[in-house]
């Protein structure tokens, strides 16, 4: 799931997704790999799997939050960290439609 995520800030969808892919199969029931997931096909453009993973996510945690994907920055997060967040993640949350 950390690989994933890691792939995924880095903009590295296609590693983003394989990990994704892993850390689903080790445990399907953790939200954060199925939003990872869609995010990352959400980053790479692929729509149509960003949709399939979300509802994935939604089975999993119907009332799935964005906050239980990834550490929302605070007041105190480094600088870099909100960067990545508002940059990397919550554009491809937003595609991905588990971000408003």
């Known amino acids: 799931s950390n690989m994933a995520r890691a792939y995924f800030l880095q903009r590295r969808s296609d590693?983003?997704?394989?990990?994704?892919?892993?850390?689903?199969?080790?445990?399907p029931?953790?939200?954060r790999v199925?939003?990872?997931l869609a995010?990352?096909?959400a980053?790479?453009?692929?729509?149509?799997?960003?949709?399939?993973?979300?509802?994935?996510?939604?089975?999993?945690a119907p009332n799935?939050?964005?906050s239980d994907?990834?550490?929302v920055p605070g007041p105190f997060s480094p600088a870099a960290y909100r960067t990545l967040y508002e940059e990397v993640f919550l554009p491809?949350?937003?595609?991905a439609g588990i971000a408003s």
């Open 39 to 41: 995010a990352a096909y």
């Open 15 to 27: 590693l983003a997704i394989e990990w994704a892919l892993k850390a689903r199969t080790s445990n």
């Open 69 to 71: 994907a990834f550490d």
């Open 43 to 60: 980053q790479k453009g692929d729509d149509t799997a960003a949709r399939l993973a979300v509802e994935s996510l939604l089975r999993v």
């Open 34 to 36: 199925h939003a990872c």
């Open 64 to 66: 799935f939050k964005i």
């Open 29 to 31: 029931k953790l939200p």
């Open 92 to 95: 491809a949350a937003r595609k």
